[in-house]
């Protein structure tokens, strides 16, 4: 059973198109996160999404757009598509909880490899 | 979150234990360090974490130091499998909070 699924795998397309990538978690979490990981292999989170709220925005041109219809989905949907938005992006799930003692391990997915030409 | 320092690359033979420091001086009282890997093309991994303790669990140890200002993950018999990105991140309990990944090191394990 996979816990943290994305779709499509890769995705090759040209500049200045739209395209979406979708992220789906069978954990029954409650918050979701995209990351983008670039060529030179830095990890750096884009968003975060508790109970379909949006509660991180890195920073993210407006371009990219999470969209979560429910706990279990966060998609992202990137407009207009540059050279520089080639990346794996990772769509990742946790449980968090509020407590000040509490532990969150966060679940990663498999990565979608991100081409535009 | 604290800032956390690792060596860029090591080496280790496989069977034997790979022991990957990490330096995190600034780190605050309430501030946990965790441990994830990146296998070459896979998502991130979390391995295990800790406050103050040391702790150990299926995949790996993890030793702290006394006044928290550094900590060793081991791998106790590294297979060519754990050849890996490895890092590690300090982290405040609770809330909404992301992982803040670094540079991480790089181990390869080698026949």
């Known amino acids: 059973d996979t816990a943290v699924s994305q779709t499509p795998k890769y995705l090759v397309t040209q500049m200045g198109n739209d395209k979406s990538i979708k992220c789906e978690q069978n954990?029954?979490?409650?918050?979701m996160y995209w990351y983008k990981q670039d060529s030179k292999k830095f990890l750096k989170i884009m968003f975060s999404y508790n109970n379909k709220e949006l509660i991180i925005n890195e920073t993210v041109p407006n371009r990219f757009s999470p969209k979560s219809p429910d706990k279990a989905h966060l998609n992202l949907h990137i407009n207009s598509l540059e050279l520089g938005d080639s990346a794996v992006y990772f769509c990742a799930s946790s449980q968090v909880g509020l407590a000040a003692t509490h532990q969150e391990t966060q679940y990663f997915g498999p990565g979608t490899r991100l081409l535009v030409l | 979150d604290a800032k956390t320092t690792q060596p860029t690359s090591m080496d280790c033979a496989e069977g034997r234990a790979a022991n990957l420091p990490c330096n995190h001086s600034t780190i605050s009282g309430n501030e946990y360090v965790y441990w994830y890997r990146q296998i070459h093309s896979q998502g991130p991994q979390y391995i295990i974490h800790g406050l103050k303790n040391n702790e150990t669990n299926e995949m790996a140890s993890l030793i702290i130091t006394e006044d928290r200002k550094s900590s060793t993950l081991i791998l106790p018999h590294a297979t060519l499998r754990d050849t890996a990105v490895y890092y590690c991140?300090?982290?405040?309990?609770?809330?909404?909070?992301?992982?803040?990944f670094g540079t991480g090191t790089r181990l390869l394990v080698s026949p």
């Open positions: 954990l029954g979490h409650d918050t």
């Open positions: 991140i300090g982290r405040v309990p609770g809330g909404f909070q992301k992982l803040v």
